[in-house]
């Protein structure tokens, strides 16, 4: 049982460039998150799903968009990238939202962007 | 927007001593508030959590505290150990398009010497 795994750990980019940070998890979970990590800032929602096949903005989402085509994996994509967006990118899921033990979220590892 | 302010953002305590880190949150509906430690280069894993039907729980070393009427919430560690040393996040629910997302305080630095 993996968890979530996040790929790739590590990626330098030019402005300007495209990529794709793929997360997955195999717990079987309902929602998932994108979140950036900056210093002082804490942890930023970017986008959401609540479910294969949707997703939702969060409080920072310009400069990103997402997919969730499988129940098991969530898309990051930056489609132009800035320097504004070198952060720490992290992924999480939750089995709810709504009360219970289901509404904890399990963090994955970590990508970390550098934008040039 | 909604927000959860957080502090102290560092704390420096000896081995032995106890911490407190608080948080302040503007929702008044918010119901759920997890504390997650995450070391130095590794993810934020869940330590604690409360909701707002509880005033506090405990488990070994570490507590929570909840005033609803006050919106703050604080992380308690007894008898601090050098692991303990990370940053700690609280955060906060907030219900937007009929789900839970969760608003994270900005982080308290805990480095305890021995």
């Known amino acids: 049982n993996a968890g979530v795994t996040q790929t790739p750990k590590f990626r330098v980019l030019k402005t300007g460039q495209s990529m794709t940070l793929l997360c997955a998890q195999d717990?079987?979970?309902?929602?998932m998150y994108w979140y950036r990590q900056d210093p002082g800032m804490g942890l930023r929602l970017i986008h959401y799903?609540?479910?294969?096949?949707?997703?939702a903005k969060g409080e920072v989402p310009d400069g990103y968009n997402v997919s969730r085509l499988k129940k098991q994996n969530f898309l990051l994509g930056l489609e132009s990238a800035a320097p504004s967006q070198t952060s720490v990118y992290f992924c999480?899921?939750?089995?709810?939202?709504?009360?219970?033990?289901?509404?904890?979220?399990?963090f994955g590892p970590g990508t970390r962007l550098l934008v040039l | 927007g909604e927000n959860v302010e957080q502090h102290p953002s560092t704390l420096s305590v000896q081995e032995g001593d106890s911490a407190v880190i608080k948080c302040t949150y503007s929702?008044?509906?918010?119901?759920?508030f997890p504390w997650y430690k995450q070391e130095l280069g590794k993810r934020p894993q869940l330590i604690i959590d409360?909701?707002?039907?509880?005033g506090e729980k405990k488990d070994q070393r570490i507590a929570v505290t909840l005033n609803k009427t006050a919106k703050h919430f604080s992380l308690h560690i007894t008898e601090t150990q050098p692991e303990d040393s990370a940053v700690y996040f609280c955060?906060?629910?907030?219900?937007?398009?009929?789900?839970?997302?969760?608003?994270f305080g900005a982080g308290t630095r805990l480095a305890v010497h021995p």
């Open positions: 955060a906060a629910s907030i219900r937007a398009g009929g789900y839970n997302k969760l608003i």
């Open positions: 799903s609540v479910g294969e096949g949707t997703t």
């Open positions: 929702d008044s509906a918010s119901n759920y």
């Open positions: 999480a899921s939750s089995y709810s939202t709504m009360g219970g033990r289901g509404e904890t979220q399990y």
């Open positions: 717990m079987n979970h309902e929602y």
């Open positions: 409360i909701r707002s039907n509880v």
